[in-house]
């Protein structure tokens, strides 16, 4: 079984669109993650969320939004898609903040 | 800001040498880091971690080294195989220049497998 699985793989849109990712984990962990890997391979944390704290990179704009229905579940929402916004984006989860993380294999956002 | 780095973009060794890849970190609050690897289309795989009261940890294949004194981390691949072949990140506990807790990931070394 995948231990943290996120869909879509690929997503074309167009701007202004509005999309959603979404991110499952089966490791029982109680902190979530989602990360942006822009096309220079690097990789930058976005959001944390632990079922009672989010916490918020203040680089990312407000037209992203993480939504947490239950422990096991955080998918990304993006409003307004821009050009800009085209990037690698992973979910993570971990046992407890600023432990190993496990990646899910990240959804390819393509905004045209 | 703080940041962790990597002093090579690009690595590439024969098959069966062992390899080095070396990243420096600045936060010295940093108490925790971690090797990923991420292959082609997939998302970052852990390979070890180190926590700072060590100064080296072992696993198969790979070793982990830390230098707190000058803030450096390296990951020692013995025996290269095809399958190393892949990017490898360092990343270290620390609340990111924005503000939200989790890894602060180094910009990333390619390391090829020459055959």
């Known amino acids: 079984d995948t231990a943290v699985s996120q869909t879509p793989k690929y997503l074309v849109t167009q701007m202004g669109n509005d999309k959603s990712i979404k991110c499952e984990q089966n490791?029982?962990?109680?902190?979530m993650y989602w990360y942006k890997q822009d096309s220079k391979k690097f990789l930058k944390i976005m959001f944390s969320?632990?079922?009672?704290?989010?916490?918020i990179n203040e680089t990312v704009p407000n037209r992203f939004s993480p939504k947490s229905p239950d422990k096991a579940h955080l998918n990304l929402h993006i409003n307004s898609l821009e050009l800009g916004d085209s990037a690698v984006y992973f979910c993570?989860?971990?046992?407890?903040?600023?432990?190993?993380?496990?990646f899910g294999q990240g959804t390819r956002l393509t905004v045209v | 800001g703080e940041s962790v780095g990597l002093h090579l973009p690009t690595l590439s060794v024969q098959e069966g040498d062992n390899s080095i890849i070396n990243c420096a970190y600045s936060?010295?609050?940093?108490?925790?880091f971690i090797w990923y690897k991420q292959e082609s289309g997939k998302g970052p795989q852990f390979i070890i971690d180190?926590?700072?009261?060590?100064d080296k940890r072992q696993g198969q294949r790979v070793t982990v080294l830390l230098n707190k004194t000058v803030k450096h981390l390296s990951l020692q691949i013995a025996a290269t195989q095809p399958g190393d072949s892949a990017v490898y990140f360092c990343?270290?506990?620390?609340?990111?220049?924005?503000?939200?807790?989790?890894?602060?990931f180094g910009k990333g070394t390619h390391l090829i497998i020459q055959p």
């Open positions: 490791l029982g962990h109680d902190t």
């Open positions: 969320y632990n079922n009672k704290e989010l916490i």
């Open positions: 180190i926590r700072s009261n060590m």
């Open positions: 936060n010295s609050a940093s108490d925790y």
């Open positions: 993570a989860s971990s046992h407890r903040q600023n432990t190993e993380a496990f």
């Open positions: 990343a270290e506990n620390s609340p990111s220049g924005g503000g939200a807790d989790g890894l602060t």
